[in-house]
């Protein structure tokens, strides 16, 4: 027993210290251990049969209505009307956002962006908008290049989307609380961005100010 | 293939950011009104959060954390209880000084909520950008009468 422990410790210890040294190879091992023992599916079955038929039923509303009136915007000359049309836009984002179990992100969007940004171009459009410069047409070349550009990119995107590959998906039992989790994380992983973010608002909230202000001579 | 259809899953949020980063680029590229263009820029932004939220939701659920005891574990948790998530541990040395039972570390699947983080700093930078353009647009009413991003040619050569 004596000889051969002077043998086994350094062996054992390095084992032990390359485990917890490379985690990420740990956690890529971890994530095919939870794929093979079948969480996944099961998760994954869960999870769709938690609402039935009703589910796709939200999503296909709340697409319908992203895709149709992000479309109208295109269409439409009116100032006035792309922005109500814009108001449809991200209020059913919003939805499609609770969807997605993420009902901070969804709150966020109706009160910073619809209440916020939309109401911000609204006033744009009272302040700017006299009659004869609410229409601004443009020339039917202009039109046909803008949609052939529109038409490439989309086309470049759905190509990326078909030629993308994805690893399976990992698990988690549930999402929690998707407040607490949004809290922890802005004040641990993404402390710095979110200083920035508040710095940055700073900055904008005095630059925008000066900016827009009238001068007097 | 309605099956496919109706189990909603990660392609049709991709279809459907698509699609609206695509009116995005159109309204960019068709409008001569500035506020036009800015409304473009949202709906691009838009469908990029929308694309990160739906890989958190679907791609991305969680995340492998060690954590070194049982007590850190947070609501939202789940224990890996695989024996491959148990780290290796050293055989039974001769007890020289005997501890108290040290708390063994575990590993747990977190649930991630990176996606969602970028789209919350995309809404407020989204904020940001559309407060500083709308005092530019009205500066450059309040000299030209007019929002036509086709009379901002003061630097052209």
Same mark, same amino acid.
Request: hydrophobic letters at 55%; proline letters at 5%; aromatic letters at 6%.
């Given at each position: 027993?004596?000889?051969?422990?002077?043998?086994?410790?350094?062996?054992?210890?390095?084992?032990?210290?390359?485990?917890?040294?490379?985690? #990420? /190879?740990?956690?890529?091992?971890? +994530?095919?251990?939870?794929?093979?023992?079948?969480?996944?599916?099961?998760?994954?079955?869960?999870?769709?049969?938690?609402?039935?038929?009703? +589910?796709?039923?939200?999503?296909?509303?709340?697409?319908?209505?992203?895709?149709?009136?992000?479309?109208?915007?295109?269409?439409?000359?009116?100032?006035?009307?792309?922005?109500?049309?814009?108001?449809?836009?991200?209020?059913?984002?919003?939805?499609?956002?609770?969807?997605?179990?993420?009902?901070?992100?969804?709150?966020?969007?109706?009160?910073?962006?619809?209440?916020?940004?939309?109401?911000?171009?609204?006033?744009?459009?009272?302040?700017?908008? #006299?009659?004869?410069?609410?229409?601004?047409?443009?020339?039917?070349?202009?039109?046909? /290049?803008?949609?052939?550009?529109?038409?490439?990119?989309?086309?470049?995107?759905?190509?990326?989307?078909?030629?993308? +590959?994805?690893?399976?998906?990992?698990?988690?039992?549930?999402?929690?609380?998707?407040?607490?989790?949004?809290?922890?994380?802005?004040?641990?992983?993404?402390?710095?961005?979110?200083?920035?973010?508040?710095?940055?608002?700073?900055?904008?909230?005095?630059?925008?100010?000066?900016?827009?202000?009238? #001068?007097?001579? | 293939?309605?099956?496919?259809?109706?189990?909603?899953?990660?392609?049709?949020?991709?279809?459907?950011?698509?699609? !609206?980063?695509?009116?995005?680029?159109?309204?960019?590229?068709?409008?001569?009104?500035?506020?036009?263009?800015?409304?473009?820029?949202? !709906?691009?932004?838009?469908?990029?959060?929308?694309?990160?939220?739906?890989?958190?939701?679907?791609?991305?659920?969680?995340?492998?954390?060690?954590?070194?005891?049982?007590?850190?574990?947070?609501?939202?948790?789940?224990?890996?209880?695989?024996?491959?998530?148990?780290?290796?541990?050293?055989?039974?040395?001769?007890?020289?000084?005997?501890?108290?039972?040290?708390?063994?570390?575990?590993?747990?699947?977190?649930?991630?909520?990176?996606?969602?983080?970028?789209?919350?700093?995309?809404?407020?930078?989204?904020?940001?950008?559309?407060?500083?353009?709308?005092?530019?647009?009205?500066?450059?009413?309040?000299?030209?009468?007019?929002?036509?991003?086709?009379?901002?040619?003061?630097?052209?050569?």
């Amino acid at each position: 027993v004596t000889s051969r422990q002077p043998f086994d410790r350094p062996t054992d210890g390095g084992v032990s210290s390359t485990v917890f040294r490379d985690t #990420k /190879l740990q956690d890529r091992q971890q +994530t095919t251990a939870t794929q093979e023992s079948g969480l996944f599916q099961i998760a994954q079955q869960a999870s769709a049969d938690a609402l039935g038929p009703v +589910t796709p039923a939200l999503f296909f509303c709340g697409a319908a209505l992203v895709v149709v009136s992000a479309w109208a915007i295109v269409f439409s000359s009116s100032i006035v009307r792309m922005s109500f049309f814009l108001l449809l836009t991200l209020g059913s984002i919003a939805g499609l956002f609770f969807f997605l179990e993420a009902e901070l992100l969804g709150a966020i969007q109706l009160i910073v962006y619809v209440g916020g940004t939309l109401i911000l171009i609204v006033f744009g459009v009272m302040l700017t908008g #006299k009659p004869p410069h609410t229409r601004t047409a443009i020339r039917r070349s202009e039109v046909v /290049l803008g949609s052939l550009i529109a038409l490439v990119l989309t086309g470049g995107l759905i190509v990326a989307w078909l030629r993308l +590959t994805l690893p399976v998906a990992v698990d988690a039992a549930n999402q929690g609380n998707p407040v607490a989790a949004a809290g922890r994380a802005m004040l641990s992983t993404y402390l710095a961005p979110f200083e920035i973010v508040g710095v940055l608002l700073l900055v904008v909230m005095v630059g925008a100010a000066h900016i827009a202000r009238r #001068k007097t001579q | 293939m309605l099956n496919d259809l109706l189990h909603i899953g990660l392609t049709h949020f991709v279809v459907l950011s698509i699609a !609206l980063a695509g009116a995005g680029v159109a309204t960019m590229l068709t409008k001569r009104n500035a506020i036009g263009i800015l409304i473009g820029v949202e !709906l691009i932004l838009n469908a990029a959060s929308l694309n990160l939220v739906a890989f958190n939701h679907y791609q991305w659920r969680a995340t492998p954390v060690t954590l070194a005891a049982k007590s850190e574990m947070l609501p939202g948790d789940k224990l890996i209880e695989s024996p491959a998530a148990k780290p290796v541990t050293t055989p039974a040395k001769p007890a020289r000084k005997a501890k108290p039972a040290a708390p063994e570390p575990v590993r747990v699947l977190r649930p991630a909520i990176d996606g969602q983080m970028f789209a919350l700093f995309i809404v407020v930078l989204a904020a940001a950008e559309a407060a500083v353009a709308l005092s530019v647009i009205l500066n450059f009413y309040n000299r030209y009468g007019s929002i036509d991003v086709e009379r901002a040619d003061a630097l052209h050569g």
